[in-house]
């Protein structure tokens, strides 16, 4: 069972995030950039399905020469070796853009399983398994709050509002999760020291035959007319309970018609 | 006029037309005349027509079959691609709940377009807002190839009817192979409620941390039931297994925008602002009064949640009698 882990580096979600005012791309440089936190929970998942039926993982990310930082942490917690897509003409792509890039990473590789997070804490369009699933034309199993592989069978339970849908397909197939599935496992200091020798391959546009025209801010599908700050909330009601809190609260609802 | 196509989600209980999808319809008549997308097992069309017609569909296009429910997102994808080679509508407008969002990027594929998600207002240019990294940034954007696709976030425009023809137009579904891959065995509901869905609602009560326990969420689930509210969690309160994940509000949870947001015991971490910062009226109880929820609340209440909800609960309660 050999799978690959699709990982991505995003500026940590819980400090101050921006636009960067000269093209409106994600911010990276000066951000604390960090794994996408749900991409752990996939990267754990793919370790115990490779506990249980042996194989390989593999990590796959498309990103800056920085990015190594994620990819290192990524091996620390156990993955085999890695892949770094990595070309300055990808600067600014879009989701789709991006899809292109890693359905070609991914045709190079031997792959079962492809697992990724459900969705990134920067961009949140939370589409590429449906867009990797066209373009490789195997089945999407998105949004997994569990996984089981039986035989050539994936099965996963999908997480929807008070419940879940049971899917099943053949692999090979794609399978996004949730932080619902499991408690990804902290890297321990061996697996630290282990990670700086595991193998990871750098990719450029060239060794994909990727036209790098066709990728990028430029040729995008979408493009940034404007950024404006949103305007700060003007200053609100703040009082303290001194028995009569929620009398007050009650009173702001009334008043705003809210109730 | 231009035609402008917009996916129509329905509630799974009943059937009936979801808030999302008025909504949808309504945003979309900015673009042009709309035509609703009916697409799912059969008959699930004739509860849903006179609706879409009542909020401005001059057509419904119905694609019924079985297969439509039993496979995975792909066959609605496939059938909206087939519409959108048939009509070439002038955009195409969904409503940005989970499955919608991955119709949209299949359906961009297969039309060479562009997509923008979770949209909370599109201009009659086809320019559209988002709001972005924990509502910190408004972003203006436009589609620059093929038909633009939007989904549009819940609660972000008012649904007002536009009564039109509704005239109904049958599909003709012939799916693909590649479209029938990924089958779904079996919809499993764990939780009944009568409360309003969460990305739906226009008022949501969340709880977090401050609510100390599982059973104590009772008290969120009465203030919610007060208002006839949705309930909701932090993080931290669905990690510490107060309550389920499928209700939380944040980051790697749910994005709501609701009329008036009521955050008990929530300290307000960027992670929860991600997902509630948008919504029309924020009101905070916490006991800690520096918790970063008061920078954003438009009323707050500085005291003990025990005390203050419970007796909230039981004022609103008493005035609606």
Redesign the interface.
Known sequence: MNIVVLVKQVPDSGTQRSLDPSDNTVARAGADNVINEIDEYAIEEALQVKQAQGGEVTILTVGPASATDAIRKALSMGADKAVHVTDDAIHGSCAIQTSAILAAALQQLDYDLVLMGATSTDGQVAVMPALLSERLGIPQLSGAQKLTVEGSTVKVERQTDGGFWALEAPLPAIVSTWDTINEPRYPSFKGIMAAKKKPVTTMSLADLGIDPSTVGLATATSAVVDVTGRPPKGEGVKVTDEGDGAQKLVGYLVEQKLV | MAEVLVLVELNPADGTVRKGTLEALTAARALGEVSAVVAGGPGVAAGARDRLAEYGAAKVYVAESPEIDEY???PK?EVLAQLVAQVSPAAVVIPSS?EG??????L???TG??????VTEIAPDG?ATQ????????????????TPIYTLRGNSVTPEPAPAAGEQVPVEVSLSE?AK?????????????NRP??TEAA?VVSGGRGVASAENFSIIEGLADS?GAAVGASRAAVDSGFY???FQVG??GK?VSP??YIAVGISG???HR?GM?TSK???A?NKD?EAPI???????????LF???P??T???AS??G
Not at chain 2, 101 to 106: L, P, Y
Not at chain 2, 181 to 193: G, H, I, L
Not at chain 2, 294 to 304: P, S
């Open positions: 995975l997102v792909a994808a989970p969002r991955e119709v949209a990027g299949r961009a594929l297969k377009s562009g997509f923008l998600t979770d320019t709001v972005v990294f924990a509502g910190a940034q408004i972003v203006h954007s436009k589609v620059t190839v093929g590649q891959q990924t089958r779904v065995v079996d919809k499993v509901v764990e939780q009944k409620s869905e969460l008022i208002l389920p994940h499928s980051q790697t994005t009329t008036l971490a960027i992670q991600a910062q009226t924020i009101v109880v009064p008061f920078e954003l609340a438009d009323f707050g209440v500085v005291g003990d005390q203050v909800v007796a909230a039981e004022q609103i005035r609606r």
